[in-house]
């Protein structure tokens, strides 16, 4: 065998005893400071009270940053929606439109009719138009409205048609309580029931 490699060999020993030694040593001075701060009593602050009118500010300088500051949103990715979820949402609400105004078209008059009876109230043409206006006026907006809340809300196991569905059954149900709550609120005698 070689000399130099015992001569490598015997450093190296003598490097990892001299580690050891200095491990040992930092152990026993962390046991030590252990010891003693748990021999010492502990600080136990029961109250502190703070009397802000008694400080006295001479000058303020600096900036105060709620939310983003704008340095920060240089490393900040565009949040806009990618086109593709763009397109989906515009084509998620021209078939809530083309669906909903199809309710209207087919079903309004029946839940007017319907509204009527509960309340004993019979509506004037002219107010059974000025819902159906004021309905399709509200309707682009409640859609987006819908859309967007589902887009926060959305269960993630649903299929397109299902989420589709939701969307449409809420709508609907807001057309009906609308419809429900605008007759509610037309005075006696504003209604016709001589019709």
Do not use: C, W
């Not at 930092?26 to 009397?51: A, H, R």
């Not at 309710?103 to 019979?122: F, I, R, W």
Request: no cysteine; hydrophobic share 30%; glycine share 4%.
């Amino acid at each position: 065998m070689d000399p130099y490699y015992f001569q490598q060999l015997y450093e190296q020993v003598q490097h990892q005893q001299k580690q050891l030694e200095y491990l040992k040593t930092s152990l026993d001075k962390l046991n030590t400071e252990l010891s003693q701060l748990k021999e010492k009593p502990s600080i136990v602050v029961e109250k502190l009270d703070y009397k802000f009118d008694q400080l006295k500010v001479e000058t303020l300088e600096g900036t105060l940053n709620i939310g983003l500051n704008p340095s920060d949103l240089e490393g900040i990715e565009d949040m806009s929606l990618p086109p593709k979820r763009h397109s989906d949402h515009m084509q998620l609400k021209e078939q809530l439109l083309k669906r909903v105004n199809q309710y209207l078209d087919e079903n309004v008059d029946s839940v007017v009719e319907e509204t009527e009876k509960k309340l004993n109230k019979k509506l004037d043409i002219q107010y059974r138009n000025l819902i159906k206006e004021d309905i399709q006026k509200q309707l682009p907006a409640r859609v987006d409205h819908y859309i967007q809340q589902s887009i926060h809300h959305s269960n993630r196991e649903q299929t397109e048609k299902q989420h589709l569905d939701n969307i449409y059954q809420q709508i609907i149900g807001d057309i009906n309580q609308g419809i429900y709550a605008f007759i509610s609120q037309v005075p006696q005698g504003q209604d016709r029931k001589d019709h």
